[in-house]
């Protein structure tokens, strides 16, 4: 629950983001979406912040993955 509370916030970060206007699509998120906010969050922040940034968003895309997996097989 706590990782949840934690890395929750980072994703939403990413995806208004990313997704400033209309609907989000994952399907349309590229390498250099997350590379281009990877190299400014890596100008504006500490190495272990970046890394932890790095980890939070990796579970979300994990998470959003299973979630779309699992619609999909219903």
Do not use: H, K, M
């Not at 390498?31 to 922040?45: G, H």
């Amino acid at each position: 629950r706590a990782t949840v509370i934690n890395y929750l916030p980072e994703g939403r970060r990413f995806l208004s983001e990313r997704f400033v206007t209309g609907a989000i699509r994952l399907t349309e998120i590229s390498l250099p979406d997350v590379t281009q906010c990877v190299a400014r969050q890596a100008r504006a922040f500490s190495p272990g912040r970046v890394q932890w940034l790095l980890t939070a968003r990796r579970a979300v895309f994990r998470c959003l993955r299973l979630a779309a997996e699992a619609e999909v097989g219903e």
